[in-house]
């Protein structure tokens, strides 16, 4: 079995969707792709929930997430010179950014999730993420994220959610061939 730094680089388009409506969670399964890549490359177009904290989560099988053992932390920095960080340990998800301060209501989230399926590393998944968006101050953001979960039941998929729902999104799932 190859490293995650022996990845050839090609990327393979798997699903896409469009939420239009409001939803809590938004379920990706990626159970028929995980023997053949290691890597997963969500692009995440025009999120929005109303206020809150946005996270992904691990699924252990459709529907389950794994709702602990999450640790890592996350930054943001841009306009006015606005700056948070926070670290977590043992949280229910991957924090994108916390608080009740992510989305201006005319400004959504855009951004790339890595998700490593920790196959090499007894099935604990690593996530980042990396992206812009506009605080309820005004202010644009670069958001930084990144954690990896101490829950070894393999990779089913996904969950994005946010703590307020969400009511519109667009997303594209990549295969990254081992």
């Known amino acids: 079995m190859k490293a995650y730094g022996d990845l050839d680089g090609s990327m393979m388009k798997l699903t ?12 990706i399964d990626l159970s028929a792709h995980t023997s053949t890549y290691a890597l997963f490359k969500v692009i995440v177009r025009n999120w929005y929930a109303a ?7 691990k699924l252990t099988s459709s529907g389950t997430a ?3 053992g999450w640790y890592g932390g996350y930054i943001r920095a841009g306009e006015g010179d606005s700056t948070d960080l926070e670290g977590y340990g043992n949280q229910s998800a ?10 201006h209501s005319s400004y959504t989230y855009f951004g790339e999730i890595n998700v490593y399926t920790g196959v090499e590393n007894g099935n604990r998944t690593h996530i980042d993420a990396r992206g812009v968006g506009r605080i309820s101050a005004g202010n644009t953001q670069l958001l930084v994220s990144g954690a990896l ?7 089913w998929g996904i969950r994005l959610s946010a703590s307020t729902a ?13």
């Open 16 to 27: 896409s969707g469009n939420i239009s409506s409001s939803t809590t969670n938004i379920d």
């Open 51 to 57: 206020s809150g904290r946005m996270e992904v989560d």
């Open 66 to 68: 794994g709702g602990s």
């Open 149 to 155: 979960t101490t829950n070894s039941t393999a990779l």
């Open 94 to 103: 991957m924090r994108i950014a916390s608080g009740a301060t992510l989305n």
């Open 166 to 178: 969400t009511t519109t999104m667009d997303y594209t799932v990549y295969g990254v061939v081992k």
